[in-house]
């Protein structure tokens, strides 16, 4: 129930590609879903972040789908660089509550 | 302007002692969270303080224990330490009114427990 399950594990993208990363989630009173980006020797950085009342948000090559029926959402990266190579975290959190669930994470590996 | 601080960023430590993590939160943050994350997984919630208590505990031992100062920084102790405690522990800072905005981590110390 407070789980939320990240695929795939790794990836591996050419430059100029699109890469997508899914979640799902089972408590369906998370609303809160943000998704996080970090770097070796770094700390998590939020990236972008998305309610369940919007189905899509971007911010500049960034997109999250959201789909909540299906308790869903991904992260789209668009024209993915050498420099977005990182460990992608989703996560959720509740209304009211006072922790974040994290996915497994994936790592991203973009080829020059 | 500041973001989160933690200290020491690594740390060797032998099974069975004691250990102290500090951290300081962003400048205007006034919450303080701790996750443990171990090599090659997601975060895992500790527990937060605000107003210089702990709000919510997640699935950890008692012998995790923390503290929130006046001026709003913290430290996370643990006692009696495993090898299974070796992990990066991260701080992350965030507004109470706006628990649901997000945090802001700082780099987290590396553990190892031997």
């Known amino acids: 129930q407070q789980q939320v399950k990240q695929s795939p594990q790794s990836l591996i993208v050419q430059k100029g590609g699109i890469s997508i990363i899914n979640c799902a989630y089972e408590?369906?009173?998370?609303?809160?879903f943000p998704w996080y980006q970090q770097f070796p020797g770094k700390g998590p950085a939020l990236l972008i972040a998305?309610?369940?009342?919007?189905s899509e948000k971007k911010e500049g090559r960034f997109t999250i789908s959201f789909n909540k029926s299906a308790k869903q959402f991904s992260l789209h990266i668009m024209d993915s660089q050498p420099g977005d190579s990182a460990t992608y975290f989703c996560?959720?959190?509740?209304?009211?509550?006072?922790?974040?669930?994290f996915g497994a994470g994936t790592r991203l590996f973009v080829k020059a | 302007d500041a973001g989160v601080t933690q200290s020491p960023t690594h740390l060797i430590k032998t099974r069975g002692q004691q250990v102290t993590l500090r951290c300081s939160p962003k400048?205007?943050?006034?919450?303080v969270s701790w996750y443990q994350q171990a090599l090659g997984q997601g975060p895992q919630f500790i527990f937060q303080?605000?107003?210089?208590?702990?709000?919510q505990r997640g699935n950890f031992p008692d012998r995790f224990s923390g503290h929130q100062y006046p001026n709003y920084s913290s430290e996370l102790n643990v006692n009696a330490l495993l090898l299974g405690d070796s992990a990066l522990y991260l701080c992350?800072?965030?507004?109470?009114?706006?628990?649901?905005?997000?945090?802001?981590f700082g780099s987290g110390t590396r553990l190892t427990v031997v």
């Open positions: 996560a959720a959190s509740m209304l009211g509550g006072f922790k974040t669930i």
């Open positions: 998305i309610r369940p009342d919007v």
């Open positions: 303080y605000y107003e210089e208590e702990e709000r």
């Open positions: 408590n369906t009173a998370f609303d809160y």
């Open positions: 992350a800072s965030s507004l109470v009114a706006a628990a649901n905005y997000g945090y802001t």
């Open positions: 400048s205007g943050h006034d919450t």
